[in-house]
């Protein structure tokens, strides 16, 4: 029963911790945001902080992994077929993902994202190569159905660094719709 109550109690800190951290992004840039900050937004003591956290670069660490886990749950949830209305689905909440989403969208706007986007596209490589083991249409080669997938990756992740740094000016289902198009012109016919 204790350990169960630590265990609450440490689940807790660690959100109040990631909540504190993605008000504090967006008062002021990434690199400006202290340990201090971060204890007195989310009304814990330092220890606590350390508890969890080496630093502020560690949280970053396990906020970038974190962000990797839900885009990744994101799309093991996709099951595109030949509907624009499943894809649009799919686009509209990774847009909607992105958009509420403070330290992705920071992480999309600023230089600062370079090691994000180095993990993102070793498990995006991950990724393709498990998809183009399991499936890859006959009619087409493994190797170009690999790259299709990667253009589809690299195009979506243009569209939402060029939303992000307009500052999300454009509604979020025109984003969907662009990548939507995107999609189902560039690799959905590959799939089929």
């Known amino acids: 029963m204790n350990q169960e109550i630590q265990d609450e109690r440490y689940h807790v800190n660690e959100e109040a911790i990631y909540g504190a951290f993605l008000l504090l992004l967006k008062e002021k840039p990434l690199d400006k945001i202290t340990v201090s900050d971060i204890i007195k937004k989310a009304g814990i003591v330092r220890s606590t902080f350390y508890n969890h956290y080496e630093n502020v670069p560690a949280l970053v660490a396990a906020m970038e992994d974190k962000t990797i886990r839900d885009i990744f749950s994101l799309m093991e949830a996709f099951h595109p077929e030949n509907d624009l209305d499943i894809c649009r ?3 509209l909440t ?3 993902y992105t958009r509420t989403n403070p330290f992705l969208g920071n992480l999309l706007r600023c ?3 370079d ?3 180095e993990k993102v596209l070793t ?3 991950r990724y393709v190569t498990e998809v183009t083991s399991v499936t890859g249409p006959a009619q ?3 190797r170009e159905f690999s790259y299709r997938i990667a253009a589809a990756i690299g195009s979506t992740l243009g569209v939402l660094h060029k939303w992000s740094v ?3 000016q454009t509604p979020s289902e025109t984003v969907a ?3 939507t198009q995107a999609f189902v012109g560039g690799i959905l016919p590959f799939l089929s």
């Open 89 to 91: 689905t799919f686009f």
């Open 94 to 96: 990774v847009c909607n």
């Open 111 to 113: 230089p600062r994202g």
């Open 115 to 117: 090691t994000f986007f």
């Open 123 to 125: 498990m995006f490589h």
């Open 140 to 142: 087409h080669g493994k």
């Open 166 to 168: 307009e500052d999300f």
């Open 177 to 179: 719709n662009i990548l």
